[in-house]
């Protein structure tokens, strides 16, 4: 019942109406650009801006069931917030997220008032599990929540199953570990849009398509973790427990997300001009010849990639 409670309390500025659901604006930072981190590699060498733009929130609410789910948006990429995710506020004005095999780090611009900041973290405290981190005299602020991070979430959760390198190959292993964290953070984006444009349209079925329970109207993190590991490994998601208290997407719900990529990735594909593809594909191998000399990513990490840029893309075209 607090879940309705919170969705309740949030309600706050612009809501759009679609056929099936509603999309409310619950906050916008207008005071100037934040910047969304992924927080990978053994020195941190990515630590530099992943995406820059206004900071946004919203709440997706289907209409007729009490489903929701809340998302932030910066640029044109977004993340969901869930009850079973860890948030954690490293600094003032920077947060740490746990994502299904990574984290964000997001930092708000200097510029922005207290108001804003409260705000944000009001919001967090509803739809996350947010809690402070002390901060480490002398350490790296970014290195100091990633390692506590890893110390309060499981290894799946926060490094995709990664553990830091520490033989004589480690470099390169660093980098195709960076490389793996860019590709799933480019699909989870991709995954956050198909899901709110399913339940904003009708396409996803709250009666049909997701498991719920009663008196729980948020989603488990573990609906981005299920569809980004069924893409990647081509295996079904393992059984939910039932004392589960959010709601997830169930096996049809999966099905039916995946054969809607497959016909944006089809379309996306036909309305591509064959020179283009095939300049690509060009850049890509010459990234991976880089790659072979040392300091480069394989050509084939660099085409995946691009895939997963087209795929967001085509997601935001929708």
């Known amino acids: 019942?607090?879940?309705?409670?919170?969705?309740?309390?949030?309600?706050?500025?612009?809501?759009?109406?679609?056929?099936?659901?509603?999309?409310?604006?619950?906050?916008?930072?207008?005071?100037?650009?934040?910047?969304?981190?992924?927080?990978?590699?053994?020195?941190?060498?990515?630590?530099?801006?992943?995406?820059?733009g206004r900071l946004s929130l919203h709440m997706i609410r289907a209409k007729g069931n009490p489903v929701c789910m809340v998302s932030c948006i910066v640029g044109d990429h977004q993340w969901?917030?869930?009850?079973?995710?860890?948030?954690?506020?490293?600094?003032?004005?920077?947060?740490?997220?746990?994502?299904?095999?990574?984290?964000?780090?997001?930092?708000?611009?200097?510029?922005?008032?207290d108001h804003e900041c409260r705000t944000l973290e009001e919001i967090l405290a509803r739809f996350c599990a947010y809690r402070d981190l002390e901060a480490e005299e002398g350490a790296d602020i970014?290195?100091?929540?990633?390692?506590?991070?890893?110390?309060?979430?499981?290894?799946?959760?926060?490094?995709?199953?990664?553990?830091?390198?520490?033989t004589a190959t480690g470099i390169a292993s660093s980098e195709s570990e960076k490389w793996k964290k860019i590709q799933r953070a480019v699909r989870t984006s991709?995954?956050?849009?198909?899901?709110?444009?399913?339940?904003l349209t009708g396409a996803?079925?709250?009666?049909?398509?997701?498991?719920?329970?009663?008196?729980?109207?948020?989603?488990?993190?573990?609906?981005?973790?299920d569809l980004a590991d069924v893409i990647e490994t081509g295996r079904r998601p393992p059984a939910v427990d039932g004392r589960n208290s959010f709601w997830y997407v169930n096996g049809e719900g999966?099905?039916?997300?995946?054969?809607?990529?497959?016909?944006?990735?089809?379309?996306?594909?036909?309305?591509?001009p064959r020179l283009d593809t095939l300049r690509e594909e060009s850049e890509s191998a010459s990234e991976g010849n880089a790659g072979d000399e040392g300091g480069g990513v394989s050509s084939s990490g660099s085409?995946?990639?691009?895939?997963e840029v087209r795929l967001e893309r085509e997601m935001d075209d929708q």
């Open 190 to 199: 991709a995954m956050v849009k198909l899901l709110s444009r399913s339940l």
């Open 80 to 113: 969901m917030l869930a009850k079973d995710s860890l948030v954690l506020r490293v600094d003032p004005r920077k947060y740490v997220f746990a994502m299904p095999g990574f984290c964000y780090g997001l930092a708000l611009p200097g510029s922005g008032s």
């Open 303 to 307: 085409r995946c990639h691009c895939r």
């Open 254 to 272: 999966i099905r039916l997300l995946l054969a809607i990529l497959s016909a944006c990735g089809a379309a996306e594909r036909r309305k591509r």
């Open 1 to 52: 019942m607090a879940s309705h409670e919170a969705t309740r309390k949030v309600m706050v500025g612009r809501t759009t109406e679609y056929r099936k659901g509603a999309d409310t604006e619950l906050l916008a930072l207008h005071s100037g650009s934040a910047e969304l981190l992924l927080l990978c590699g053994e020195q941190f060498d990515a630590v530099q801006a992943f995406r820059t």
């Open 142 to 166: 970014w290195a100091h929540a990633y390692d506590e991070m890893t110390k309060l979430t499981t290894i799946d959760t926060a490094t995709g199953g990664a553990r830091r390198p520490s």
């Open 204 to 225: 996803l079925d709250p009666r049909k398509h997701l498991d719920l329970t009663a008196g729980n109207n948020l989603p488990s993190m573990r609906v981005i973790g």
